[in-house]
């Protein structure tokens, strides 16, 4: 038995057949997680939802900004976008089943055996790990509840970007969301940056990757993410394993297995424009 961590797929159905060959995924006896964004940009958005709705209890994935905005698009409060090759997925026949099962998927996994957080983009700087539980289960409640469409039409902006344990109603929701889907750098008082996703050594000495701010947390536990592709040749501290390594950019898919702590990579086969 193994259990298997994957960067974001974003449509590169083909690339994450061929790593699971590598290593020879057996569904029966492994585990597979995967760190969010199945779709967009890539041309096999809907193969990639399928494949890992279909796997069922062998695997788990969280949500990433872009399936939350898949799910937007699908509820009309968005438009489609060109250059995010959905258009398959709201003309097939199980559409509406697999959008039940997309906003069913949790923003956050905790694995105490091992130690672990996964999450899309990472862990709140101001979070601890009762807090990060807390705050990921709020938002999936509503999302799992008729409600959801007010939820996902109002998780759009940048306000606030700093946790205050008082925030309510929409500012938290938002904020929450944002940090587990859309976080990378921040100011060196914990607010979080949208602006700039440049590699760590190009960044305005301003800003700060959120995994380098001082958050007892990231010490204490393994963190797994994605959402970065930027962070491709940085080095993270040891405990904390950024997967998303551009596939779609024409980089690679990377797959962390997680025993023997061991990366598995396949090259892009095509490459796709942002």
Known sequence: MATYFVGDLQGCFDELQLLLEKVQFNPNKDRLYLVGDLVARGDKSLACLRFVKNLGASAQTVLGNHDLHLLATYAGLKKIKACDHVEEIFQAEDCAELMDWLRKQPLCVHLPEQNILMSHAGISPDWDLATTKNCAQEVEQILTSPNYVALLQSMYGEEPNRWQADLKGEERLRYIINAFTRMRFCYRNHALDFACKLPVNQAPSTLVPWFDLNNPLYQEVNIIFGHWASLIH???????????????????LSLLRWEDKKIFTQQAIKTYQD
């Open 234 to 252: 940085c080095t993270t501290p040891k405990n904390i394993y950024a997967l998303d390594t551009g596939c779609v950019w024409g980089n690679y």
